[in-house]
């Protein structure tokens, strides 16, 4: 039938559930939807039509994007429950699910499928508890297509790979597709489809110029992680370890539409491990330099993969940020997740990064499971060593997918009650107990660890002298925002 719209991809809202009042006072970042715009473009480029909607940038509830949905009468719903952090792919199911629920409600003939990181990992039981008709399990590249194009000819859906679904009653699950090894021959995002205009960068991503954090964009250069954490779920979606990347020549194709079609400046690469293959970042930042763009950009690193060659290039890129993911100061801590980096580095690496100029977004995570109140201690201790420009203080989750999620399992300890509850600043967060305390001890230690570094005169004295009076006053703001916590969630 022509003009019928083959796929409707869609992201969903629920983000008020998710930060409490965080998003009252513009604090958080709108990300743009990567995964989403890929797909989408990877639909397109085979020639099939698609409609991109993200609830979250426009605001609506499960209701109103059903409705939309409703209006457009497309021949597939495919709901996409991913962000570009592999955090937000369980905490985003509850949003997910109620746009599935209100969308049965409608009782449209259209069928709804989940793909995601989440549903990747729990595909089985994602299609027992939502109101969807399949899930697509892996990164998606072939079973989207594929299952799209099963729906527009009525094929049968045993050929489509990596898809959960019900037959007589009975759920079935087909194997999954080899991973795409040459990531060039995707097409990039289909960011046309999207208000790019509209996506807000991180507070602390633009502490230089705090008043002006859209447009934002966020790209990859590589897919996967070759590293084990045990307390990360991103592999889940790949399969296992492992890292593919981009040619710098793709990519920088890209950043030039960003650039000249929608003003970018602040860009986020969501690569798990960015700073890991000199050869890689050296070409990727010399096509930026060439260009002379000013960019805002900030990657991940880790402590034992970057060296002063690849920093200097990459601050010269406009490179101005990195993530390191320092977690724990304490050895066995580090030792018990399988981190994979000497903490006696650290100070090195610090100090190194700080002399390229480039600002540090260092990241912790209180409650993993051999921690107890001195060890969380050491841990704030070392983020008041480093002094960083950033600092996120994260409560341990067992994110399904994640070895952490099974030893949760097999040892029996207890999980948040709902998705909702896997999200860091939801009221009802529940983190992960350890050996020593209980979920909601390590949030209150958490809790308070984020006030104290944040109101500590060393950080605010930093702040204002790296970046000005207006920056440490919005950071002094920030922190006269409590967060809602419920009471009596666990012991």
Request: aromatic share 10%; proline share 7%.
């Amino acid at each position: 039938m022509a003009g019928v719209v083959d796929a409707v991809l869609v992201r969903p809202g629920g983000g008020k559930a998710l930060y409490g009042n965080l998003g009252d006072f513009a604090l958080t970042a709108i990300e743009p939807p990567l995964w989403a715009a890929l797909h989408a473009a990877c639909l397109r480029d085979q020639g099939y039509s698609v409609e991109l909607l993200d609830a979250v940038v426009e605001g609506w509830d499960a209701a109103a994007t059903a409705q939309r949905i409703q209006a457009i009468n497309p021949r597939l719903v495919l709901i996409i429950v991913s962000g570009s952090n592999p955090s937000a792919s369980t905490m985003s199911m509850t949003g997910a699910g109620a746009l599935a629920r209100e969308l049965a409600a409608l009782l449209l003939q259209t069928p709804v499928a989940m793909w995601g990181l989440h549903p990747s990992a729990l595909p089985r039981r994602t299609l027992e508890e939502e109101a969807v008709a399949m899930v697509c399990q892996g990164e998606g590249f072939v079973t989207l297509p594929t299952l799209v194009a099963a729906v527009r000819t009525g094929q049968g859906l045993e050929r489509v790979p990596g898809l959960w679904y019900r037959l007589d009653g009975a759920i079935q699950g087909n194997p999954q597709p080899p991973l795409v090894k040459d990531l060039d021959s995707l097409p990039a995002p289909a960011w046309d489809l999207l208000p790019m205009e509209r996506y807000r960068a991180h507070n602390w991503h633009c502490f230089d110029h705090i008043h002006a954090r859209q447009p934002y964009a966020v790209i990859y250069t590589s897919l996967g992680c070759p590293f084990r954490c045990e307390f990360c779920c991103i592999n889940s979606i790949f399969g296992g370890s492992g890292i593919r990347y981009r040619s710098p020549d793709l990519v920088i194709q890209e950043i030039d539409q960003l650039v000249s079609r929608w003003g970018v400046r602040n860009i986020k690469l969501m690569d798990e491990m960015f700073a890991l293959n000199e050869k890689h970042v050296t070409r990727f930042c010399d096509l930026i330099i060439e260009r002379g763009y000013q960019l805002n950009i900030w990657a991940y690193a880790r402590v034992n993969t970057v060296n002063q060659r690849m920093l200097a290039k990459m601050k010269q890129a406009g490179i101005n940020w990195l993530a390191y993911g320092f977690e724990s100061g304490n050895p066995e801590v580090l030792g018990g997740v399988a981190k994979g980096y000497r903490p006696e580095a650290v100070d090195g690496v610090v100090r190194m990064t700080y002399a390229e100029g480039i600002y540090i977004c260092a990241n912790f995570i209180f409650g993993l499971p051999d921690d107890d109140l001195a060890s969380m201690r050491q841990t704030l201790d070392l983020a008041l060593d480093i002094n960083a420009e950033w600092a996120n203080f994260y409560s341990a989750m067992a994110y399904p997918g994640s070895k952490l999620y099974q030893q949760a399992l097999d040892n029996g300890w207890p999980l948040p009650p709902t998705w909702q509850a896997y999200s860091q600043y939801a009221p009802d967060c529940l983190p992960l107990p350890t050996k020593h305390l209980s979920g909601p001890e390590v949030l209150a230690f958490r809790d308070r660890a984020f006030q104290e570094y944040f109101t500590h005169p060393q950080v605010l004295d930093k702040l204002a002298e790296r970046f000005g009076p207006d920056t440490a006053d919005h950071v002094r703001e920030m922190t006269q925002v409590p967060l809602a916590r419920q009471t009596g969630l666990g012991t």
